[in-house]
């Protein structure tokens, strides 16, 4: 595995947990989720800074938002019990499908 895919999976997986956490965060008034929140987005952003050294910042972007966005929405159905209608489900099938397509078919993916 090259070294910036692991650091874009960090980066993927750290911005799950503050996103996941921020509504036990309860706006910010409760301390530990807070301070998940805040470490996870730091720690995120930091990863993903690292991977913009050898990803476009396009193809980083696209795949972190994409995967994220199916990832939060696992998690929520799982520590919340958030549930998706059809159209949901299809948009998210949309985003997973689109960042397949970057990096199966794009020239700008592989850099």
């Known amino acids: 595995m090259q070294q910036h895919w692991l650091f874009l999976s960090v980066a993927i997986v750290s911005e799950v947990v503050a996103t996941s956490a921020l509504k036990a965060a309860e706006g910010f008034t409760r301390l530990w989720p807070s301070l998940l929140v805040v470490g996870g987005y730091a720690l995120a952003f930091y ?42 489900i299809i948009g998210l099938s ?9 990096n199966a078919f794009s020239g700008t993916a592989s850099h």
């Not at 949309?94 to 970057?102: D, E, N, R, S």
Request: no cysteine; aromatic share 10%.
């Open 94 to 102: 949309l985003i997973v499908a689109g960042v397949v397509v970057l």
């Open 47 to 88: 990863f993903l800074s690292l991977t913009l050294r050898t990803l476009p910042v396009a193809v980083a972007y696209a795949i972190w938002s994409g995967v994220g966005v199916a990832l939060v929405t696992l998690a929520a159905w799982l520590l919340y019990g958030q549930r998706l209608d059809a159209a949901a």
